[in-house]
């Protein structure tokens, strides 16, 4: 809640005025220097007083999958605490820590509407203690008006225990860019400067440390850039981190020739455009990880621009928002989550043969797939397909409780209160589990329960039914964790 509307509304008395006015800041004064959760106000425009912003979720504004235009999404994630002004358009955010102190930075990007030349600018906001409120402590132009496939990442990538900004995307060249900025230690914000910049027709990644225990080990990054003579060959370098000059250096450069390319299907793929690729990957892929109980795969739906990830009892349903060409062999994608809206993810594919892609992504869903034949598919569905019609539509409990199923989502009421989540339907090792993620409404896991299940069903009058048992499931199975069950019947349609 807005500390200008914690004291109701405001009266037209003159001396009520003065005295609300007089409150306000003696509790601006109070609370400058302490923490507090941030939200939306009505009017975003307003400046707000310093301190920690929580949640620290991304927020990031790409273009549609086929229009490439501008689009400000899940603003509800977090408030704008510095005005602007009319003439300006704010294209991302994102709130995060770069120096360490004691209030967050929000950082933004920013179009600018009265001067149609005007690039884009990075905005970074802090609370400054003299003024008492957020304020715009650094600017600079992007170099492009044109920026689809935002990105703004706060990440510690120069392995210092502090975060670095990163700011990605596409300009109108089609060309990526990629620009770290960092604060140095025992520097202010306002000290911030560029450790990397980058703007090259290819692929630029971010590939952190494999030592996971070291956190203090940089990133690297990998710059892949198509060749100008022949667009299916790249130029490699391997940019680390030089703490003497606070910069990332390049190594030595060296050339990637696609001799193999040798079908010419493939080279059609290469060469070919969005559009040409996308239907190279349309259909279902599958990733062996060695078990013959377990195969996960991805199906990319192009009619849809819907991807799904399946992997035992989980399965993920991504809206196909961005599609962007990089390298002869590889596609930028943007998936937004179906069910939590506020996560979104950037995967890049790389076309390997015609049978084998490689998904690259700081995500489970990474690594190895092959093209999933007719046959193994149909196994697949007729192995999944009994168990997801059991459970659908409304279901009553005799205490009062219920449960909507429209898998994955389900939506569970009782007492009063209604809770959202992903179920799963699964069985192990001969039992019938149902595993429900409950979530939040900012995205966050609230709990995961798992319940063993009995299915019943009649025909004579036409009834169905579950019973629930609390479970807790162990590497041999499941077992119940409650002797209490609870049954629920299916409100069939008349």
């Known amino acids: 809640m807005s500390f200008l509307n914690c004291c109701g509304p405001i009266s037209h008395n003159p001396h009520m005025k003065y005295v609300r006015g007089m409150l306000l800041r003696l509790l601006i004064v109070s609370l400058l220097f302490l923490p507090f959760s941030c939200r939306r106000d009505k009017d975003p425009q307003r400046p707000i007083v310093g301190g920690t912003l929580s949640p620290r979720t991304e ?107 990163i700011v990605s995307g596409f300009n109108e060249k089609n060309s990526h860019i990629v620009k770290i900025y960092s604060v140095p230690q025992n520097g202010e914000i306002t000290d911030i400067s560029t450790v990397f910049d980058a703007e090259i027709n290819g692929n630029i990644d971010i590939v952190p440390s494999t030592n996971r225990e070291n956190s203090s080990i940089p990133a690297s990054i990998v710059v892949q850039e198509t060749d100008a003579q022949n667009s299916l060959d790249l130029t490699e370098a391997v940019w680390t981190w030089d703490s003497g000059t606070y910069a990332f250096k390049s190594g030595p450069s060296r050339r990637v020739k696609f001799d193999a390319v040798l079908e010419e299907r493939m080279r059609n793929v290469y060469t070919g455009g969005v559009g040409e690729y996308e239907k190279y990957l349309s259909g279902p892929w599958y990733r062996d990880d060695g078990s013959s109980t377990s195969l996960d795969y991805v199906f990319f739906d192009i009619k849809r621009d819907e991807i799904l990830f399946h992997s035992g009892s989980v399965q993920e ?120 993620q409950f979530i939040r409404e900012n995205g966050v896991l609230e709990e995961a329960v798992n319940w063993l299940m009995e299915y019943e069903e009649e025909s004579d009058p036409p009834h169905k039914s579950i019973s629930l048992t609390r479970a807790q499931l162990e590497v041999r199975g499941a077992r119940a964790s409650d002797l209490n069950s609870r049954r629920f019947e299916q409100i069939l349609p008349p």
């Open 59 to 165: 927020t990031e504004a790409g273009s549609g999958k086929q229009d490439g235009s501008f689009s400000y999404t899940n603003r509800e994630s977090s408030q704008v605490l510095v005005n602007l002004g009319a003439g300006y358009s704010i294209m991302a955010l994102v709130d995060g820590n770069l120096d360490s102190g004691q209030s967050d930075e929000q950082i933004l990007i920013a179009l600018p509407l009265d001067d149609s030349e005007a690039n884009l600018e990075l905005v970074i906001a802090s609370a400054v203690p003299a003024k008492r409120q957020y304020d715009v402590v650094w600017r600079f132009p992007l170099q492009t008006r044109t920026l689809t496939g935002i990105t703004l990442k706060v990440d510690d990538v120069t392995g210092d225990g502090r975060n670095e900004l």
């Open 317 to 436: 349903a991504y809206t196909w928002e961005l599609s962007q060409r990089t390298t002869a062999k590889r596609l930028h994608i943007r998936l937004r989550n179906e069910i939590i809206p506020s996560i979104v993810a950037d995967f890049s594919i790389s076309g390997e043969s015609w049978d084998e892609i490689r998904i690259i992504s700081n995500t489970d869903w990474a690594g190895d797939y092959h093209r999933l034949t007719s046959k193994l598919q149909k196994a697949l569905e007729v192995e999944k397909a009994p168990l997801y019609p059991i459970l659908t539509g409304v279901w009553q409990g005799q205490d009062g409780a219920e449960i909507v199923f429209d898998l994955p989502r389900v939506q569970w009421s009782e007492g009063g209160s209604v809770r959202s989540g992903i179920a799963s339907l699964f069985d192990l090792n001969g039992e019938l589990v149902l595993q429900i």
